[in-house]
């Protein structure tokens, strides 16, 4: 799915601000028909934001069930003849969304884009009343996977992952213009033709459009590929460098373009190419849109993760989408800092643990170099780990609990989330889940068909999973299944608590088994929650000293193990969880705290990774 975009034939309008939100505790909106009129009893709600910490107290905050978002706007007079899309960047965890009184789309998942043709529910020059309601419930056939429990003081939301179940509209609400003939969809992968680490490289830039709305060559669903024949619209593309000069082009829908002496996409350097789709009829432009491409190859050797023929070693962080008041609403300055903050610590990549991240901050590690693990929303299908937060589970992947509808919905999250993110040079690889079960019959069965989906929508990157410790080298049935081998390993806090000489020897005995299945390594989180400011001259679990002592042990023992190809701590920063004895004021493994001031670990991390 394309992003909006300003161009010679298009024009986008934001719809962030403050909508008008009420709370639907009683599930009353629907059948009342709420988005029938304005809302009643509403208040205003900042977009993009989370809802559950803007109004103090309870109430939002541990609201389960559907909320209610609404706002009026002017449809430009300008798009008369246009066709008019209304795009969702994001709704946490499902939407139904009406024009006036018309129903237009609704959507499962709360971390990617959907969008709907409203060209006949609309006026240009005239307002129209959009409406959307959210719904934050998780269930045993939603990802994540949840708990809904009735009790006679209201519903109770249980989940098995560890952060909090912010909801809400996390990110840009968007109206915008096409022509009716227009660039529906761009694929690209790029190459290089020869030896990447040559001093000059020739670069290769294959490219797939897919045209709508017009006479075209062939059927492709809802969209067709447009050739150039008489009555057909031509699509020509030109990739122009950042100067904006005209380095390769070719004509037709399909077609690899060669650039020599390209300038690859490296990390620590975000070098993009444009790659400009021009579709015309009888000589005339139709539509116009931009691609930002970055040319680099991704290969795995042996235990070498390498990008453009080139070890790399991964250094950085799981990190979340996580700030205090807004939640996970998107904001472009917290973004811009972060991601400064990235850079003095000297971290070159990060995991988007553990759900898609906003298009705004791929666009960024794009821009800037920064490698990316792209990862689902699944999170929280392990029972032990659900039993380490409070919650109990008998038997996770079940048809009463995690099944094959679960997995439908499972697979539709892998479908979308490569769609958006198929021709970003910052994404490097695919994590179709975060800390699964993985030692049982029945989580192979669940999750072979889903490592064989990505890899069919994606054949050019590396795909893999994260292990938890609860199955390690010689019971994991997934292992087998990925690429690289990512782990998230907690010896010396959840194991080996407070005794860091023999979670060393763990730590190296168990990296030991798993370099022996001869692919790279990830360790893709560790660390130790750490309290601000508390510090002990014995080095105490919880203080300043532990959490540095913990993690320059890891090291130790990442730079003894030949396989290693990445570290990436848990956590970049603090961040809110659900209430529970384990948790006092969310987690605390970060290493700056939730409003970004640095600990003692952020320092030392600084010093070897900057070096």
């Not at 977009?47 to 609201?63: I, K, M, Q, T, Y």
């Not at 057909?232 to 593309?237: H, Q, S």
Request: charged share 25%.
């Amino acid at each position: 799915m394309l992003r909006p975009q300003d161009s010679a034939t298009r024009e986008r309008r934001s719809l962030d601000g403050l909508w008008r939100f009420r709370a639907d505790a009683a599930s009353r909106g629907r059948t009342e028909r709420w988005f029938a009129r304005p809302l009643d009893d509403a208040i205003d709600m900042p977009v993009p934001a989370s809802f559950n910490d803007v109004v103090p107290g309870r109430e939002l905050h541990d609201h389960v069930g559907e909320v209610w978002y609404q706002r009026t706007v002017r449809v430009p007079r300008g798009w008369a003849g246009e066709r008019v899309v209304l795009r969702f960047d994001a709704a946490t965890h499902r939407a139904t969304v009406w024009v006036g009184e018309s129903e237009v789309m609704s959507h499962e998942g709360g971390y990617t884009p959907f969008e709907a043709d409203v060209t006949e529910h609309v006026t240009p020059g005239e307002e129209v009343r959009i409406t959307a309601v959210v719904d934050n419930t998780l269930t045993w056939e939603t990802v994540p996977p949840g708990i809904v429990v009735d009790t006679p003081h209201g519903r109770r939301q249980k989940y098995m992952h560890d952060f909090f179940n912010y909801a809400g509209l996390h990110r840009t609400v968007w109206l915008y213009s096409t022509p009716a003939t227009h660039v529906a969809d761009v694929t690209v992968v790029t190459g290089v033709d020869g030896d990447p680490t040559a001093t000059v490289v020739t670069g290769t830039v294959a490219y797939e459009v897919e045209v709508a709305g017009g006479v075209t060559g062939g059927d492709t669903g809802d969209g067709a590929a447009a050739g150039d024949g008489a009555d057909e619209p031509a699509v020509d593309v030109e990739l122009r460098d950042a100067g904006g000069t005209v380095v390769a082009q070719g004509r037709g829908a399909v077609g690899t373009l060669t650039v020599p002496d390209v300038r690859l996409w490296q990390p620590g350097e975000g070098y993009r190419y444009d790659l400009v789709v021009s579709v015309s009829a009888d000589g005339v432009l139709v539509d116009r849109y931009t691609e930002k491409v970055g040319v680099r190859t991704v290969e795995i050797r042996g235990t070498d993760f390498l990008i453009n023929g080139r070890p790399f070693y991964f250094r950085g962080f799981g990190m979340h989408e996580d700030h205090v008041t807004r939640g996970k609403g998107h904001d472009d300055t917290a973004m811009v800092h972060d991601f400064e903050l990235l850079r003095w610590t000297g971290a070159n990549s990060f995991r988007t643990s553990h759900y898609p991240y906003a298009e705004e901050v791929m666009d960024y590690a794009d821009a800037h170099g920064v490698v990316v693990i792209d990862e689902t929303a699944a999170v929280g299908m392990n029972g032990a780990v659900a039993a380490v937060l409070g919650t109990r589970v008998d038997k996770v992947f079940s048809p009463e609990t995690v099944s094959e509808r679960t997995r439908e919905v499972h697979a539709q999250a892998i479908r979308e989330l490569v769609a958006r993110d198929k021709n970003r040079p910052s994404v490097v690889l695919w994590s179709i889940a975060n800390e699964p079960e993985s030692h049982t019959e029945e989580s192979e069965e669940y999750f072979r068909p889903l490592f064989a989906l990505t890899r069919e929508l994606d054949p050019h990157r590396p795909v893999g999973f994260v292990n938890v410790m609860f199955s390690p080298a010689d019971v994991c049935r997934l292992a087998g299944y990925s690429d690289v081998v990512m782990i998230n390993r907690y010896y010396g806090w959840y194991a080996d608590s407070g005794d860091l000489a023999a979670a060393e020897a763990a730590l190296e005995d168990e990296l030991a088994q798993w370099s022996e299945h001869g692919k790279p390594i990830l360790m893709t989180e560790y660390g130790a929650d750490t309290i601000t400011g508390l510090h002990d001259l014995t080095g105490a679990m919880w203080s300043e000293e532990y959490q540095t002592e913990l993690l320059d042990m890891y090291h130790r023992v990442f730079d003894r193990t030949p396989a290693m190809a990445g570290e990436h701590v848990w956590n970049f920063a603090d961040f809110a969880t659900s209430h529970g004895i384990v948790r006092v004021d969310g987690n605390k493994k970060g290493v700056f705290t939730r409003d970004r001031r640095p600990k003692a670990a952020a320092h030392l991390l600084r010093r070897r990774w900057r070096g």
